[in-house]
């Protein structure tokens, strides 16, 4: 081999190792990873699935109505964390009545069958300024919101944003919508 071959050859080994180490600093700096525990979020995310987290895309602004988030019940750290769906945001009107889910008097679809259990949303309310309202994609087996233990999410729990799913295998399933 020439000189020329085998500089060409360090330099991309050391793109390729400058890249990796890039990509594990921002891995484990901004993001972190969780376990999916339970069937609460299935159609979306199953049981066993890693999921990667941004940590901070919520820094200056909250999650938006849809966006699936990683969080602590009642700031427990000592539990697992939650992943469920944000069905509301501040200052939005939550109510369940016969099985829908309404959100400031309109029916909100994500996909839920017959919601049976309405919890503290079977009477009207309205979310305060830090406070979300959330949901598990499979909503007849979470516990989430409506339940009294957990409630609406209030932003200082929240841990992040749920960024893309690895397959129980470890392999890349996709990024989270």
Request: with cysteine; net charge negative.
């Amino acid at each position: 081999m020439n000189a020329y071959v085998i500089k060409e050859i360090c330099s991309w080994l050391l793109h390729i190792l400058v890249a990796v180490l890039t990509a594990l600093i921002l891995v484990f700096c901004v993001g972190m990873r969780t376990s999916v525990i339970g069937v609460s979020m299935e159609k979306t995310l199953y049981s066993g699935q890693q999921v990667l987290v941004n940590r901070f895309s919520y820094l200056f602004f909250g999650p938006d109505e849809g966006d699936i988030i990683v969080f602590t019940p009642n700031g427990n750290r000592n539990t697992h964390f939650y992943i469920k769906r944000v069905v509301a945001v501040p200052g939005d009107s939550v109510c369940i009545k016969d099985g829908k889910l309404y959100v400031n008097n309109t029916i909100v679809d994500y996909g839920y069958d017959k919601i049976m259990d309405a919890g503290i949303a079977e009477d009207a309310f309205t979310l305060e300024d830090d406070e979300y309202f959330v949901m598990g994609d499979n909503c007849n087996n979470s516990e989430d919101s409506r339940s009294g233990n957990i409630g609406p999410v209030s932003r200082e729990m929240i841990e992040g944003r749920a960024w893309f799913a690895l397959g129980n295998d470890m392999s890349f399933s996709g990024f989270i919508k």
